[in-house]
């Protein structure tokens, strides 16, 4: 018996050096974080390969393959979102409305961590000893964080907020103030507030993905901090392309329409 | 022949792709219905490449024979570019095309495209799953 214990214990030790094997290095010994991601999927392999099924850009190819998970709607299995009683109803008022007060569909940035989350929309990720530079294809957003670094004195209230990071052991930690109340954090009609804080934590698993657990604490519409899992895989190939949301967006000129022309659309 | 003959119909709601969980800019649940599946085929008269969604328009002949001219919402171009689709290669003005989707709530000749079949048979997706950005089946919070 003990022997089996030792066995599976070797066994699993070795599992875990392999996994951490794979994980790329930076010179300063540091995982490196650089390159293309995708947001909200498990699956590993180029971007057709993971996003063959019924998901976010699939091609049709595998209609069993699993779908790519996004920043609008609850996944199965995550409890509900701790916000005080008067901002819980807001938010089903959001979802009762199916989202048409989404600031993205006026093109406002995404914020945190829906922009990290959402899987329809490739990030790049390029780091440095002293900074990492977040690019995200989705409404053109940036984010450069410096580590080491504290917070300015002198922040503007932002769409994406103020990152600083350090790193514990192996994990990037990314510390976020400074935003705006303009974006909704993951689901419709998840509002926040200008006192919004948020806490990332960045672990590059594996050569493929990076495990991606991000805190929100927000004392004026939360109960308490709000935990989110996620997981961001590698896409190699993909190219950062051009989305210019404002070219053409129709949308809200329609949504206004179904109100002004009384179509039903709400939930009950 | 050339317009194909028009199929429009209801399928049944068991085939319909609706429920998956997915994300793209903005609500497709507001404008169209995912209990109206509709399947069209008809020659692709315009294609509008644009963000946030492209659009293009199909003429269709309708059960009297008469052509309507039907306009359909998807995916922008990067996403496109990102699924296969080959601009001026996998679909252009003149093709007949199968696409499937979902109705406009507002009854007019718009759909939200999902699959479409294009020449030569090859199946892509040219829309995200119905109700896209609408808050999918449970809201984020439970009210007391």
Redesign the interface.
């Known amino acids: 018996m003990r022997a089996g214990f030792a066995t599976l214990s070797v066994l699993l030790l070795a599992a875990t050096a392999s996994a951490q094997s794979t994980v790329p290095r930076a010179a300063d010994g540091k995982p490196d974080l650089t390159g293309v991601w995708q947001g909200g999927s498990t699956q590993a392999g180029n971007w057709e390969e993971a996003n063959g099924g019924t998901g976010v850009g699939g091609t049709g190819r595998n209609p069993s393959a699993p779908v790519v998970l996004s920043s609008n709607d609850r996944p199965a299995g995550r409890a509900g979102a701790p916000y005080q009683d008067w901002a819980a109803k807001k938010v089903l008022e959001a979802f009762n409305r199916r989202g048409i007060d989404d600031p993205a569909a006026q093109c406002l940035p995404g914020g945190i961590p829906r922009s990290v989350i959402l899987g329809l929309f490739p990030q790049q990720f390029v780091q440095t000893p002293t900074q990492i530079v977040i690019l995200y294809e989705y409404m053109h957003t940036f984010r450069v964080i410096p580590i080491n670094a504290k917070h300015p004195d002198d922040v503007i209230p932002s769409y994406m907020g103020n990152s600083v990071a350090r790193w514990d052991g192996d994990t990037l930690v990314v510390d976020v103030t400074g935003f705006n109340d303009k974006t909704w954090l993951s689901g419709t009609g998840t509002f926040h507030s200008d006192a919004l804080h948020i806490t990332e934590r960045y672990t590059r698993v594996s050569r493929d993905r990076i495990n991606y657990e991000v805190t929100m604490e927000d004392p004026k519409v939360l109960t308490g901090p709000w935990r989110i899992e996620s997981s961001l895989m590698l896409r190699e190939g993909t190219r950062l392309q051009e989305y210019i949301c404002a070219e053409n967006n129709l949308d809200p000129a329609r949504y206004e329409q179904l109100l002004k022309n009384g179509v039903k659309f709400t939930r009950e | 022949m050339k317009h194909a003959i028009a199929f429009v119909g209801l399928i049944a709601a068991a085939l319909c ?1 609706s429920g ?8 497709f ?3 169209y219905d995912a209990n109206k599946p509709i399947t069209l085929t008809g020659v692709v008269t315009n294609i ?1 490449r ?4 492209s659009h293009f328009s199909l003429d269709v002949k309708d059960a009297q024979g008469k052509v309507v001219n039907w306009k359909l919402e998807g ?5 496109l ?4 689709w080959k601009k001026d290669v996998t679909m252009k003005p003149g093709d007949t095309i199968t696409v499937f989707g979902w109705r406009a ?2 009854g007019g000749n718009w759909a939200h495209s999902r ?1 479409i079949t294009v020449p030569g048979g090859q ?3 040219f829309g ?2 119905a109700g ?13």
Not at chain 2, 20 to 27: G, L, R
Not at chain 2, 50 to 53: L, V, W, Y
Not at chain 2, 81 to 84: A, E, L, S, W
Not at chain 2, 132 to 144: H, L, M, Q
Request: glycine letters at 10%; a negative charge; charged letters at 20%.
């Open positions: 792709l998956s969980s997915t994300s793209a800019h903005h609500s649940g507001a404008e509008v644009t963000n946030p969604h995916y922008p171009p990067a996403v570019f990102r699924t296969g709530r507002d699959e199946k892509l997706f995200p799953p896209t950005g609408d808050g999918g089946n449970t809201p984020a919070v439970e009210v007391k």
